[in-house]
């Protein structure tokens, strides 16, 4: 059975920075593109940035570009997500997920097949 564990959320100040760490078990994360996604109390559940099997093509949503970094190492069957210059809009649950079936970074949540539980990330202003 796949598992993802997230961890490493928190209360920041803005300008800040955190990292996220999503560990995989059950199965090699190597099969798996990875996916961050957030979700804010009241909106719905956004794409954050992706990462492909390998590691060498990397997404983000506009709003995070220069500031997030995501990365993996297979080896350790992690995925991560630095967050740099955090602000106040970044405060929300974030899920990290794998998708086993496509050859592409989906940017969609209905598209992955497996999800963590969640770990908080507040920022104060």
């Known amino acids: 059975q796949v598992q993802l564990l997230e961890s490493g959320g928190g209360l920041m100040q803005a300008g800040a920075s955190l990292s996220l760490s999503c560990e995989v078990s059950?199965?090699?994360?190597?099969?798996?593109?990875m996916g961050w996604f957030r979700q804010a109390p009241g909106k719905e559940r956004e794409f954050v940035s992706a990462?492909?099997?390998?590691?060498?093509?990397?997404y983000y949503r506009d709003s995070v570009k220069g500031r997030f970094t995501i990365s993996r190492d297979n080896a350790k069957s992690t995925v991560y997500l630095q967050m740099n210059d955090l602000k106040p809009e970044d405060a929300a649950v974030y899920y990290c997920?794998?998708?086993?079936?496509?050859?592409?970074?989906?940017?969609?949540?209905?598209?992955?097949?497996?999800w963590g539980q969640g770990t908080q990330v507040s920022v104060s202003s």
């Open positions: 990462i492909s099997l390998s590691g060498r093509s990397t």
């Open positions: 059950g199965r090699s994360i190597s099969a798996f593109n």
């Open positions: 997920a794998a998708d086993v079936w496509r050859d592409y970074c989906s940017f969609n949540t209905y598209e992955y097949d497996y």
